[in-house]
């Protein structure tokens, strides 16, 4: 696991802790009213007492991929590749993709408890695409805020997470870059690429 993996896990599992949106009582934009209502909603799952954790996770997860946009990012992974890579290889690979982050989700889930989520701002990069800022404040370990950062698309049927960015790193570049030496190793095969993915998966 690396520590762009790790980044970008824990990124994922950041929506599961105990979040707060301080002084933003409304957001100014589409984007940001869809990340800090997610937060809510988020909360309200993990912070049913009347689930088992188990019931937990497995809503939680259902969740998280209903907000993001995982074929978009995983097709974005593949970086030129996608481009020789047949509609059947992109679907393998965007499932095979899904499964690897959740099942590496689920094992960094309980490392984080106690910190909270603040939505700061929004800009927008072009009509319907959007940056949402946020700060994650650990109050225990008196560290600096870490700004996790959202791009979010707005001009489909429902917003979409499409990245993230964890003190300036965008996480599906660092991917891309990572699988794109994977594949330069293979041959341009998305198979292996599969292949490499499932038995990452498999150590969890």
């Known amino acids: 696991m ?3 993996h790790t980044a970008w896990l824990g990124l994922l599992a950041a929506l599961a802790l105990t979040l707060a949106l301080p002084g933003r009582a409304l957001a100014a934009t589409p984007a940001e ?3 800090a209502g997610n937060i809510r ?5 993990l912070s049913n007492a009347q689930l088992a954790p188990s019931q937990r996770k497995a809503q939680f997860q259902t969740f998280l991929l209903g ?3 995982m074929k978009r990012i995983a097709v974005f992974t593949l970086g030129p590749y996608a481009n020789s890579a047949s509609a059947a290889d992109q679907d393998a690979f965007a499932s095979a993709f899904q499964n690897y982050a ?5 094992s960094y889930f309980e490392r984080y408890s106690g910190q909270t989520i603040a939505v700061l701002r929004s800009t927008q990069r072009a009509p319907g695409d959007f940056i949402v800022v946020t700060n994650m404040v ?6 600096p805020p870490l700004e996790i950062d959202f791009r979010v698309r707005t001009d489909e049927a429902t917003p979409v997470i499409t990245d993230f960015s964890v003190a300036g790193i ?5 991917e891309q870059a990572d699988f794109s030496a994977v594949l330069a190793k293979n041959g341009g095969s ?4 599969i292949q490499h993915l499932n038995a990452a998966a498999s150590q969890y």
């Open 41 to 45: 909603t988020g909360l309200a799952i």
């Open 138 to 143: 650990d109050s225990k370990s008196g560290q």
């Open 67 to 69: 907000i993001t946009d």
């Open 102 to 106: 959740v099942v590496v989700y689920r």
């Open 2 to 4: 690396t520590s762009k």
């Open 33 to 35: 009213s869809f990340i």
């Open 190 to 193: 998305i198979p292996g690429l």
């Open 170 to 174: 965008w996480l599906a570049l660092a």
